[in-house]
Structures are given as C-alpha cells and as structure tokens.
T-cell receptor, first 115, second 116 residues
C-alpha cells in the first residue's frame, strides 16, 4: 500500500521569507500524481499544486513550487515570499491510476507565518 | 473551478439519532465521490469510495451499517450516520472526481458533526 510521510508537524516562517515543507512517499508504481493541499482555519481543502510523475519538470504555481525527486520519492513544497494568508495546515497527497483510486494523505504540517 | 457543495456545515444531534450529510457537484458530473473523516489537527482518513449507481466500497474498519453512503446520481452523494454516538463526532468531508479521466479531486467545505 502506498504511504505518504510528512515529518514536520509544525513549521514557522517570517513574513516575506521562504519555507520548504517536506514530503516523502512509498510506492511501487511508476505512474502517479502528487499533490499539495492547503487547509486554512475554514477547513476548506484547497489544491495548491500538483505534479505528474512522468514529468521531470517541477511544477510551479506563482509563489509555490515543488522539488520532485522521483528516485528518492521526495516531493517538497517551497513557498516563496510567505504571506500571512499562507498560514494553514498543508497536506501532501498521492494518487495512482486508475483514476478511481483514492487520494492518500500525509499527516500534515501546520505552517505558522510570523509578521 | 468545479464546485462541490456540502450541507449542512454544522450539525448537533442527540445520541441515537441519524444524520444525513449531502454532497453535490454543482457544475460537473461526479463519477466517483470519496468520503473522509478528520479529527482535530489530524489528517483526512478515507471512509469510503462511491461510484454512481454502485454500492460504496468501504475502508477497513469502517462500519457499513453505521455509515450509509448513497450515490444515486452523478451530482449527489449522501452520507448517513445512523444511530449516532458521541464517538462519531468529527469533521466529515466529501470530495468528487469530475469524469473518469481527471486526476484532480474537488472538496466540499465539510460538516462538523457533534453528537451529544
């Protein structure tokens, strides 16, 4: 079974600084998808960024980018120019084909942003 | 983006009663829906997967008779917590997949269930 590990229960970053959240996963599949979701205090799950395993190029979405290391099974999220609104719980998630398969979540990392 | 509407957002009920939670895809057809449970400051735990017109597939340890899932149409799935007890108090979230070839899932806003 696939597993997703987030080893940082909590992280803090100063406003305008950069922070990296770690994620590793275990799978025997070669084709899969990886995601980072944000859950703010409202508890609404918000997709931050996604990566297809067959793509070598790291995904980027504005201030958010990933470092995808397929051989190492690592998928870290970098948040640049951190803003107060980035404070939330962040979940790393894995999904494998076929696309009816479930999304497997890591334990989450609480990100605090200091002003 | 696609919108998933989940209701109610919060419900308080007495022990022994049943509670129904609805999850609707507003502008797309959801071939597959997933129901998750989340305890405070913890991750989302999958309860069951439902495909339209089929019986739901439950994760190990989830009681089928207690958590009834119905996915009767491509836009609506319901989770009914039957004979609720205080230990069922939790945050329940649905997510929906648009079509059969979309890797993204869209989440409802969640339901906080409190059983007294």
């Amino acid at each position: 079974a696939q597993t997703v590990t987030q080893s940082q229960p909590e992280m803090s970053v100063q406003e305008a600084e950069t922070v990296t959240l770690s994620c590793t996963y275990d799978t025997s599949e070669s084709d899969y998808y990886l995601f980072w979701y944000k859950q703010p205090p409202s508890r609404q799950m918000i997709l931050v960024i996604r990566q297809e395993a067959y793509k070598q190029q790291n995904a980027t979405e504005n201030r958010f980018s990933v470092n995808f290391q397929k051989a190492a099974k690592s998928f870290s999220l970098k948040i640049s120019d951190s803003q107060l609104g980035d404070a939330a719980m962040y979940f790393c998630a894995y999904r494998s084909p076929p696309l009816g398969n479930k999304l497997v979540f890591g334990a989450g990392t609480i990100l605090r942003v200091k002003s | 983006g696609a919108v998933v509407s989940q209701h109610p957002s919060r419900v308080i009920c007495k022990s022994g009663t049943s509670v129904k939670i609805e999850c609707r895809s507003l502008d797309f057809q959801a071939t597959t829906m997933f129901w998750y449970r989340q305890f405070p400051k913890q991750s989302l735990m999958l309860m069951a997967t439902s495909n339209e017109g089929s019986k739901a597939t439950y994760e190990q340890g989830v009681e089928k008779d207690k958590f009834l899932i119905n996915h009767a149409s491509l836009t609506l799935s319901t989770l009914t917590v039957t004979s609720a007890h205080p230990e069922d108090s939790s945050f329940y979230i649905c997510s929906a997949q648009e079509g059969a070839a979309n890797e993204k899932l869209f989440f409802g806003s969640g339901t906080q269930l409190s059983v007294l």
